[in-house]
């Protein structure tokens, strides 16, 4: 027995035993070989009105989820599109978060220990004086004033120097 056709009859037998139970509540008499031959019909007719108009088909299709990869232009670099992300959620929250600081403290971090092998959290004193008293501030201080566009550049510009 195919799905399609378990699935049936187990709609009919539900379908009945429902039935069955909301006319006995409503004192009425169910006849018990009348209601599953006119369960059976009513769903016998829809099966077949479904199949002549390819609603289920069509049903089917509806509910059909595109999993599509995103679309990304050739070469696109993802770390940049995240970084551009926070930037500009940044501009735009009523409270920045510090997320845009976090960044700024991990490409700096990269930065000092790429070039001059000093890491901010073991010797604090050594990459501050590299870094600069502006962008250790900022780097230490808690999250949530926001920064304009320059001086985010100021910053960027900073690390790279390094």
């Known amino acids: 027995m195919s799905r399609r056709w378990r699935r049936t009859v187990l709609w009919a037998v539900a379908l009945t035993a429902g039935t069955w139970v909301v006319l006995a509540l409503l004192d009425f008499e169910p006849d018990p070989v009348r209601l599953p031959l006119l369960v059976v019909l009513v769903l016998a007719v829809m099966h077949l009105v479904s199949a002549a108009t390819g609603w289920d088909e069509q049903a089917v299709r509806l509910w059909e989820v595109d999993t599509a990869e995103p679309v990304r232009p050739a070469g696109e670099d993802t770390r940049l599109s995240f970084l551009v992300r926070v930037l500009t959620q940044h501009e735009s929250a009523r409270e920045p978060d510090g997320r845009l600081v ?43 004033r926001r920064m304009s566009l320059a001086e985010v550049d100021r910053h960027v510009q900073r690390i790279e120097e390094l």
Do not use: I, N, T, Y
């Open 102 to 144: 976090e960044c700024l403290a991990e490409l700096a971090d990269r930065r000092l220990e790429q070039r001059h092998g000093v890491r901010r959290d073991r010797e604090p004193e050594r990459a501050g004086a590299l870094l600069g008293p502006d962008l250790s501030r900022v780097l230490e201080e808690p999250p949530g």
